[in-house]
């Protein structure tokens, strides 16, 4: 089993930044894939940015040259980093890792608010 707990979330305003964390638990594969989704009111989830164990990274094209994801694989550990966030950017984001066997865990979620 595999645990994912998010951090970081909050409130800030339009053009700010956020720095969420997720840390991943339990039996992790050398290889595997962790990345961002968000899922506002409403609204289908939707992917944010990925990254695999050896570093390639992909990202959606509503957040390319705004936000970076980065991971530390001794810690098991992803981050996203969001810079000038606009309301749109407002969701629940939510941390995936996916085994290399395919399995797939979720974290709970941590809510980012843009105000305009």
């Known amino acids: 089993q595999v645990q994912l707990v998010e951090s970081g979330g909050g409130l800030v305003q339009a053009g700010g930044s956020l720095r969420l964390s997720c840390a991943a638990s339990?039996?992790?594969?050398?290889?595997?894939?962790m990345g961002w989704y968000r899922q506002a009111p409403e609204k289908q989830r939707e992917l944010v940015a990925t990254i695999t164990s050896r570093h390639t990274t992909n990202y959606a094209d509503s957040v390319k040259g705004r936000f970076t994801i980065s991971r530390d694989n001794a810690n098991n550990t992803v981050y996203l980093q969001m810079n000038s966030l606009k309301p749109e950017d407002t969701a629940g984001y939510y941390c995936?890792?996916?085994?290399?066997?395919?399995?797939?865990?979720w974290g709970q979620g941590t809510q980012v608010t843009v105000s305009s």
């Open positions: 339990g039996s992790i594969f050398s290889f595997n894939v």
């Open positions: 995936r890792l996916v085994q290399g066997g395919g399995t797939s865990y």
